[in-house]
């Protein structure tokens, strides 16, 4: 039964993810570029900033929806934690930006990028990360 749960919690987070990153796409499109960095290495460290930001979130939003069924004695109840699946992507957001920045990457409008090619798939588009 708690399993049952806990997938259809991850199932419904799927889905706010996707339909946030819907919308993120309609935004101003930006761009995260590194001049420190390789051109080539861009899109591995996208990609590891992503997986990253992803599972941490994940993590947040289950333990938070645990812990608040542990602390309403109610193991059956769902979605009566702190984080909400709007926060979560939030989450995951801050996450990856902060991840990215880490690595020495600044986000800057696509119109002003410094990259030839910045409208291509390789560019490392900000407005595309969290998926």
Request: aromatic share 4%; proline share 5%; hydrophobic share 30%.
């Amino acid at each position: 039964m708690r399993r049952r749960g806990l997938e259809s919690a991850r199932k419904s987070w799927l889905q706010a993810i996707l339909l946030s990153s819907l919308a993120t796409a309609c935004a101003s499109p930006t761009v995260w570029e590194n001049a420190d960095v390789p051109r080539e290495q861009w899109d591995s460290d996208r990609a590891q900033c992503q997986q990253q930001a992803r599972v941490q979130a994940d993590r947040d939003y289950t333990l938070d929806q645990q812990s608040a069924r542990t602390m309403n004695n109610n193991p059956s109840s769902q979605g009566t934690g702190k984080m909400d699946r709007g926060s979560a992507q939030q989450r995951q957001s801050q996450l990856f930006a902060s991840c990215m920045r880490g690595r020495g990457y600044k986000q800057v409008p696509a119109s002003e990028s410094t990259d030839a090619e910045a409208g291509a798939p390789g560019a490392a588009p900000a407005s595309s990360a969290p998926k």
